[in-house]
């Protein structure tokens, strides 16, 4: 099988040279083609057309530049401000029954129709995302949590994160 793919490929760096291409058949009743064909074996010479050649565009350095531009210039952070607004750091939060709101500041408003949708880090682990700047937090226990947000596009990878907060949840603690 690979015998008749090698005819092709000398064919086709022969007709690139612009030599002559013969066409003959071997002792053993394959079909070889080459620019010189042995002494005493019935040859016949193949007529290549001519390769198909397209003119260069002369813009096209100019349109490939301009993408490259483009691209260069989409910002590293695609939100200029990005940070939680509540609870504020080292702040105390009561909630006894544990619910609270955790809202976000993001400026300009968030890209919904880009993908790009909000998700929660609480403790080092997601607890959640949203496509609006705030989380409903259920039955949180008591004691010191750190947060973070995060920008995520469509493919949930990380387009942009806010600083950490540190905040204090105050339950009361009812001992038996």
Known sequence: MRLKFIPLLLLALTASAHADVYRWTDAEGNVVFGDNPPKGVEAERIQLRQPMTTPAMPEARQILDRARETRDETPATPYQRLRIASPGDDEPVRANDGN???S???HPELRT???HRLRLIMDGSPVGTSDRPSFEMRNIDRGTHRIQVQVLDRNDQ???ESERVEFHLLRHHIRR
């Open 104 to 106: 976000v500041e993001i």
């Open 100 to 102: 609270f709101t955790i």
């Open 113 to 115: 129709q880009q993908g």
């Open 158 to 160: 990380v387009i942009q």
